[in-house]
Structure formats: C-alpha cells, structure tokens
C-alpha cells in the first residue's frame, strides 16, 4: 500500500499538529486484536483543523488512499478507530476547554461537550451544578463521539434509552470537510446518520447532550436466582413498572462460587447468617443488579420503595446484598476494577468480546442452549443481561436493532490473558462463534452490538432494510468513503477491503 509523506499533508496551515513518531501506539485497541499502522497522528487544535484535514483528503479526489480516522479513547474491539496508511485523528486533544453547562433560563438543562470528551469528566464538570447526563456506559472512560457513535447503554437505557436517544444536537465535520451543526430540528437527516452512525458519515466535534438532577448517593443492590425464568420474568416486570429501579442490570455467573465471597468486601448481605449458608454448588445463577437514588434526608422513603420493590420479586431470600455509595462511585465502578486488572496486568490483554441484542421471544431458548450446553465453565470476563425497551430507540439513527417491543443486551466480555487453553483467544472465538451460529441456525432475529463485520455483505445483512438508507447517507456525507475505515463497510475507491 502506498503511504503518504508529510508532503502531501504539509498544504495544511493548522492551530494543532501532525505527529509521525506516534502512529504505532495509533494502531492498537482495547480489543488487542489487531494493528494497522496508520501514516500520521493528527492532534488538532480547534474543529478548523479536523475540516481542513478532512476537506484537504477530499480535495485529492478518488485516487488517493488516504483515509481519516477519528480515534476517541482507542476502546474499540477490532480496529474501528484505526486507518492503515491513514491519519488518525487524536479527539482527546481537543476535550475540556468547550465543557459548558447550561440550566436555568426555563430552557432543560445540558451540556455542550467536545467529541473527545471522556464521559467521566462530563460527569464531574456537570455534578458541579447538581446534574448530570440522564443515560450511560458501564465505564466513563470512554468518549462522547465513540459511544454516540455506537449507542451507549446501560442500566438507564429501560427508562431514558440509550446515550443517543439523549442528544439535542451535534457539530459535525462530513467526509466533504464542512462543518455542520445538526439537531431534530436543523439537517434532522444528518444528526440521525451521525448517532449510531460508526462515524461514517461525519466526526462529532461537539454534543449537546440532556441533563436531570443528579443524587448525591444511590442504593445498589444484588439479589440472586437460580431460575433463568423468574429472573427475566422479574427484570422485564421492573423495566415495564412506572414506579421502579433507576438502573436495571444483570448479570450470569456459571459455574462459580466465589463470586459470593466477592460481594461480600464491598456489598452488605441483608441476613449475614442466611447468606453465609447459602451455596452455589455449581448452579448456573443469574444476579439481578439494581439501584435506588437518594439525597440523605430521604433515605427513609426511598427504603420503603426499595423494600416494596423486592418484595415483589422471586430471588432467593438469602442472597440479598446491598452497599450505599456516592452517585459518581456508582457510575465509575468499572475504572475501580480497571485500576485493579491494571496493576495485575490483566487490563492490556486480548478482549474478544460479543455483544448481542436477543428479542425476548427467544431470551429463553438462547439462555437453555447457550448456558445450559455451550458455555460449560466460568467465563473469563462478566456476562452481562438485561432488557430495555425499543420505545425508548429512536428509529430515525443508525443504530440497528431486533425488530420487539423488548429486547437483551447480552454482552460476553472476556478477557484472553493467555496464549492457550482456557484464557486464550481461540477459545473464547470458539464459543463466540458457536453462540453466533446457534442464533442463526435457530433464526432469532438477532443483531450484534459493536459488530466487526469484515464484508460488506455482512454489513448488508446486519443493517436489514435499513441498508438502503445507510448507503445513501454515505453517499451524500462522505462519497469518497474517507471516514472511519476500520468499520470495514465502505472500501475507499482505490483501497483493498482487507487486514
Ligand atoms: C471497559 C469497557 C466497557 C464498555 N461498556 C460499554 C457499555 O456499558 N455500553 C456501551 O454501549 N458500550 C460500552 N463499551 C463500548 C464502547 O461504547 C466502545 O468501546 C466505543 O468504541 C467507545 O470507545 P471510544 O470512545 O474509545 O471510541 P473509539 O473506539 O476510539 O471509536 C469508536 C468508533 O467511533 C469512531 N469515532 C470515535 N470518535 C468519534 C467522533 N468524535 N465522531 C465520529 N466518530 C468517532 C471511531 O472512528 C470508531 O469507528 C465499553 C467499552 C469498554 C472498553
């Protein structure tokens, strides 16, 4: 492949820099999984310099092979930030200095934050004035434009939908260079293309995204079953309830019993004696995971709530753990555990992850064959599930989902710390991939989240009857298929599609 010297980028007048020297460190991922060494780091120093870049890729027409890479905190899976002989462009360097908050004025309230951003400094700069965003990741050290880019969710997605579903407007730089500010209201087509978009179509530079009230503390709870059946039954009961949770969770744990022992450093069992009798005794046992806000002076309320709540579920009365912690521990428990698989270095291994969304008519037939046959040992990593609801999707973005009014987030996030056996990639690519098959041979109807398709025949079957409009967004916003080429979608025209 031909790669491009500074030469060609050197027409460039910019407030930031290009960088060559850096460019390796430019091709790794969470994912671990794979490299492609890109030609230039671009660390702009204002969204003038990202449309420059852009426009000036665009003006060398159809037979250059240079291609442009927005790169938020580098937590994809299989090389989606990353552009072999490409410039990567390096969002983190234009984060902080655009945080603004805006309440009062009897507008709700928000935040403007750039693309770069990583959504725990969103959280602290907004809890400065009592607020916060309304819905999550289960990690915020990732960034505005990567997760608006994919969809976001976590356990707030049942009420207030994915972080997408959340966004009043976006600035954008298109595949052409222009910059272009977009909401429902102003370019809607653009502003639906972009969230969900897999940065296809143009790069997110800033977000206008919706603030509620932040708690000062919430209850977090775990409650225990054995029973798949009652387990679902219990979670899609609380995500259709009005009076209910604020985050709705779970999570599968095969074949192991220290996970209790886990709990409980930093949870409180509700009955120590029953709980400390309770075994596992190699069950398959599903933990509904929960929390409740409160402020302190009304802690009394929201315990009668909680205790109203739990009495309507079917877990197993001895497994009952709860903690009280600070609203912003709770949103940043996973860097607690990064912190920790850092210094063990377990944190920078391979991480082949899947993520499917299941539609809950088939959540039961998956769960018998899936944890019941294929899955036979712990996995090496969490195994989360939990519904949501699709009337909280807007169905104008580019995000895909299973076509039910309720369906499964299902993630398998292992981890591959060794070259063989059980903690190796082939293994877990193994089960992945037995998983995936099984979905297809039984026809369930789902989609995977974070997808690393490799053909755009498989793009086509993932996007459905969608496709036809993705194509066309891509046509108008980036003909020259410049953007996010490690998505894998569209080849630039004198690029082999391959790795
Ligand atoms: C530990 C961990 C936990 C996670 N938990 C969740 C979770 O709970 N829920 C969830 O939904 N996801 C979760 N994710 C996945 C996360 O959404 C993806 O990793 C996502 O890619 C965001 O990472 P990033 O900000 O580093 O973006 P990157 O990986 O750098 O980029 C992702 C894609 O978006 C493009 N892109 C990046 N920035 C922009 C921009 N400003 N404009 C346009 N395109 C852009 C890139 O080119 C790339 O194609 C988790 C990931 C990790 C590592």
Same mark, same amino acid.
């Given at each position: =492949?031909?790669?491009?010297?500074? *030469?060609? &980028?050197?027409?460039?007048?910019?407030? $930031?820099?290009?960088? /060559?020297? %850096? #460019? @390796?460190?430019?091709?790794?991922?969470?994912?671990?999984?794979?490299?492609?060494?890109?030609?230039?780091?671009?660390?702009?120093?204002?969204?003038?310099?990202?449309?420059?870049?852009?426009?000036?890729?665009?003006?060398?027409?159809?037979?250059?092979?240079?291609?442009?890479?927005?790169?938020?905190?580098?937590?994809?899976?299989?090389?989606?930030?990353?552009?072999?002989?490409?410039?990567?462009?390096? =969002?983190?360097?234009?984060?902080? *200095?655009? &945080?603004?908050?805006?309440?009062?004025? $009897?507008?709700?309230? /928000?935040? %403007? #934050? @750039?693309?770069?951003?990583?959504?725990?400094?969103?959280?602290?700069?907004?809890?400065?004035?009592?607020?916060?965003?309304?819905?999550?990741?289960?990690?915020?050290?990732?960034?505005?434009?990567?997760?608006?880019?994919?969809?976001?969710?976590?356990?707030?997605?049942?009420?207030?939908?994915?972080?997408?579903?959340?966004?009043?407007?976006?600035?954008?730089?298109?595949?052409?260079?222009?910059?272009?500010?977009?909401?429902?209201?102003?370019?809607?087509?653009?502003?639906?293309?972009?969230? $969900?978009?897999?940065?296809?179509?143009?790069?997110?530079?800033?977000?206008?995204?919706?603030?509620?009230?932040?708690?000062?503390?919430?209850?977090?709870?775990?409650?225990?079953?054995?029973?798949?059946?009652?387990?679902?039954?219990?979670?899609?009961?609380?995500?259709?309830?009005?009076?209910?949770?604020?985050?709705?969770?779970?999570?599968?744990?095969?074949?192991?019993?220290?996970?209790?022992?886990?709990?409980?450093?930093?949870?409180?069992?509700?009955?120590?004696?029953?709980?400390?009798?309770?075994?596992?005794?190699?069950?398959?046992?599903?933990?509904?995971?929960?929390?409740?806000?409160?402020?302190?002076?009304?802690?009394?309320?929201?315990?009668?709530?909680?205790?109203?709540?739990?009495?309507?579920?079917?877990?197993?009365?001895?497994?009952?753990?709860?903690?009280?912690?600070?609203?912003?521990?709770?949103?940043?428990?996973?860097?607690?555990?990064?912190?920790?698989?850092?210094?063990?270095?377990?944190?920078?291994?391979?991480?082949?992850?899947?993520?499917?969304?299941?539609?809950?008519?088939?959540?039961?037939?998956?769960?018998?064959?899936?944890?019941?046959?294929?899955?036979?040992?712990?996995?090496?990593?969490?195994?989360?599930?939990?519904?949501?609801?699709?009337?909280?999707?807007?169905?104008?973005?580019?995000?895909?989902?299973?076509?039910?009014?309720?369906?499964?987030?299902?993630?398998?996030?292992?981890?591959?710390?060794?070259?063989?056996?059980?903690?190796?990639?082939?293994?877990?690519?193994?089960?992945?991939?037995?998983?995936?098959?099984?979905?297809?041979?039984?026809?369930?109807?789902?989609?995977?989240?974070?997808?690393?398709?490799?053909?755009?025949?498989?793009?086509?079957?993932?996007?459905?009857?969608?496709?036809?409009?993705?194509?066309?967004?891509?046509?108008?916003?980036?003909?020259?298929?410049?953007?996010?080429?490690?998505?894998?979608?569209?080849?630039?025209?004198?690029?082999?599609?391959?790795?």
């Amino acid at each position: =492949m031909h790669v491009p010297d500074a *030469d060609v &980028l050197s027409p460039l007048t910019l407030d $930031g820099h290009f960088t /060559f020297h %850096d #460019a @390796p460190a430019m091709a790794r991922d969470f994912g671990n999984r794979c490299s492609l060494l890109p030609a230039a780091v671009l660390h702009p120093g204002s969204v003038s310099d990202i449309a420059a870049a852009v426009g000036h890729v665009f003006s060398l027409g159809e037979r250059s092979p240079l291609t442009v890479a927005a790169r938020g905190h580098g937590h994809s899976l299989m090389c989606q930030s990353q552009a072999a002989g490409g410039i990567v462009v390096k =969002m983190e360097s234009l984060r902080g *200095d655009r &945080l603004q908050v805006v309440h009062g004025g $009897g507008v709700p309230p /928000f935040v %403007d #934050a @750039p693309g770069g951003e990583l959504w725990i400094n969103v959280l602290h700069e907004t809890l400065k004035y009592g607020l916060a965003p309304k819905s999550w990741t289960d990690y915020l050290h990732l960034t505005v434009g990567g997760t608006l880019s994919n969809a976001g969710v976590s356990g707030q997605a049942f009420r207030h939908g994915p972080q997408v579903s959340n966004v009043n407007q976006l600035e954008i730089v298109t595949g052409r260079g222009d910059v272009v500010t977009c909401s429902p209201e102003e370019n809607a087509d653009l502003f639906y293309a972009a969230l $969900g978009g897999l940065g296809q179509f143009g790069i997110i530079t800033r977000a206008r995204i919706a603030l509620e009230p932040a708690p000062k503390m919430v209850r977090w709870i775990r409650v225990l079953y054995s029973d798949f059946a009652s387990f679902t039954e219990d979670q899609e009961m609380l995500i259709m309830a009005e009076k209910t949770f604020d985050y709705i969770e779970g999570f599968v744990i095969i074949n192991r019993t220290g996970i209790l022992n886990n709990w409980r450093t930093s949870f409180k069992p509700q009955d120590p004696v029953q709980a400390s009798r309770f075994q596992s005794d190699g069950r398959v046992l599903y933990c509904l995971e929960l929390t409740k806000k409160f402020n302190g002076d009304d802690v009394d309320t929201m315990e009668q709530e909680v205790t109203a709540l739990l009495s309507r579920l079917g877990y197993i009365r001895s497994t009952m753990f709860h903690t009280d912690v600070t609203y912003l521990e709770f949103l940043d428990r996973v860097h607690t555990s990064e912190v920790k698989l850092r210094a063990q270095g377990l944190w920078e291994v391979p991480h082949p992850w899947l993520n499917l969304l299941i539609p809950r008519s088939s959540i039961q037939i998956f769960a018998k064959e899936v944890f019941g046959k294929i899955l036979k040992d712990s996995n090496n990593g969490p195994i989360l599930l939990y519904p949501v609801n699709k009337s909280k999707w807007d169905n104008r973005t580019s995000v895909v989902i299973p076509d039910e009014e309720i369906f499964y987030l299902v993630g398998f996030l292992s981890s591959a710390p060794s070259l063989s056996g059980h903690g190796s990639v082939a293994h877990a690519m193994n089960l992945n991939n037995q998983i995936v098959e099984f979905c297809e041979e039984a026809d369930i109807g789902m989609k995977q989240y974070l997808a690393a398709y490799t053909t755009q025949q498989q793009w086509k079957a993932h996007f459905g009857a969608r496709w036809e409009t993705f194509e066309r967004r891509k046509h108008t916003y980036d003909p020259l298929a410049i953007l996010a080429p490690g998505q894998r979608i569209f080849p630039k025209a004198s690029l082999p599609l391959s790795l």
